[in-house]
């Protein structure tokens, strides 16, 4: 059970602005994080392998991916606006967090986290 979702100032910042770069085209990051009990941290962001521009729904070959256990989810922008994952995004999500951020990704108001059963994590940025 995952309780709070941390993450850098400096990460939120470049998440927010790739997707805005990439807009009106979606933009799909890994997140590469360390989880302590119920706490994860996000550390880094991933490109994932074949992410190419321009695809309706941003989206990676899974067995292209690195066996990494500390790729703890992905983060992906809605040039939508909305802020609920589509079944698809829970379907298909990968690892144990999904990150949504929604036009105009402008500051936290814009940014959710998801587990795979759809229920919402709360996020901090510091
Ligand atoms: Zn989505």
């Known amino acids: 059970m995952i309780t709070v979702v941390t993450i850098s100032q400096r990460l939120f910042k470049s998440i927010l602005e ?56 992905s983060v992906h922008s809605h040039p939508s ?3 609920r994952p589509s079944t698809q995004d829970l379907n298909h999500a990968f690892g144990k967090v999904i990150m949504i951020v929604g036009y105009p990704f402008l500051n936290i108001e814009n940014v959710v986290v998801y587990n795979h059963a759809g229920g919402k994590i709360p996020i901090l940025v510091k």
């Open 81 to 83: 606006g909305a802020l």
């Open 18 to 73: 790739g997707a805005r770069e990439a807009y009106p085209n979606e933009i799909i990051l890994l997140l590469r994080g360390k989880q302590k009990k119920g706490r994860i941290e996000i550390t880094d962001l991933i490109i994932p392998p074949l992410a190419t521009k321009g695809m309706r729904f941003a989206s990676f070959p899974a067995h292209m991916l690195p066996m990494d256990f500390s790729l703890i989810g």
